[in-house]
């Protein structure tokens, strides 16, 4: 069974350009999550969605950060105008609310670093 | 809120040796689960343990188990016959009342394993 992919994997942009990510959940896991890690932090939680609905996006900065997440599978984040303190790890997971641990599976992340 | 207390920013463990790595959190909610997610180099985080706030036996999963105590509020790690291969940073995590809630992550703690 494939994992969570994500793609780019690494991205370099200049401050002021719009950037996007990519996310490709595990086959058939109904919720989606989107994390950004700054260096040597743990990961914090930008937006939930459970299917198509986003439900919990209460730390995605809105006036920079959008998502969608159509048809309830692929999931994108973009971020227009990037900003220096943008750079971080960018993290897409994928979980199940019918297994017993509903743990979340991870992708490898986008690494952005904003110059 | 939830928070996550890790202390050790790094720990060292020689190969075949036993090694704890702390955490503490602090909930209001009644129910709760606790998380251990390895992040080795290449930056995709993989899930290790759980264990349940009403679960009876602390959990195991392999060579990894989880001592729980719940009066201190405590879910430490413990890796028993350690491989050069579990050398990562180790993230304690915690998900509030609701199976599909955000994981509140620690900063982490980078463990060595040396020969």
């Known amino acids: 069974e494939a994992g969570v992919v994500q793609s780019p994997r690494y991205k370099i942009i200049e401050k002021k350009q719009p950037v996007a990510f990519w996310c490709n959940p595990i086959s058939g896991h109904n919720t989606l999550y989107w994390y950004r890690q700054n260096l040597g932090q743990g990961p914090e939680l930008l937006i939930r969605y459970e299917n198509e609905e986003a439900v919990d996006d209460s730390q995605l900065p809105k006036d920079r950060f959008s998502a969608e997440r159509l048809k309830g599978v692929d999931s994108t984040l973009k971020i227009q105008p990037a900003e220096l303190g943008d750079s971080a790890v960018y993290l897409c997971?994928?979980?199940?609310?019918?297994?017993?641990?509903?743990?979340?599976?991870f992708g490898p992340g986008t690494r952005l670093t904003v110059l | 809120a939830q928070k996550i207390t890790q202390t050790q920013p790094g720990m060292f463990v020689q190969e075949k040796e036993a090694v704890t790595l702390d955490c503490t959190y602090d909930?209001?909610?009644?129910?709760?689960?606790l998380f251990w997610y390895k992040q080795p180099s290449s930056g995709e985080m993989i899930f290790l343990i759980y264990q349940g706030s009403y679960d009876q036996q602390n959990a195991t999963e392999g060579r990894y188990s989880l001592n729980f105590q719940k009066a201190r509020k405590s879910a430490n790690l413990v890796i028993s016959a350690s491989q050069l291969g579990d050398s990562a940073m180790y993230f304690c995590?915690?998900?509030?009342?609701?199976?599909?809630?955000?994981?509140?992550f620690g900063t982490g703690t980078r463990l060595q394993v040396t020969l």
């Open positions: 997971a994928s979980s199940d609310l019918a297994a017993s641990y509903n743990e979340q599976f």
């Open positions: 995590a915690m998900r509030g009342y609701g199976t599909a809630s955000k994981l509140t």
């Open positions: 909930t209001s909610d009644p129910s709760y689960g």
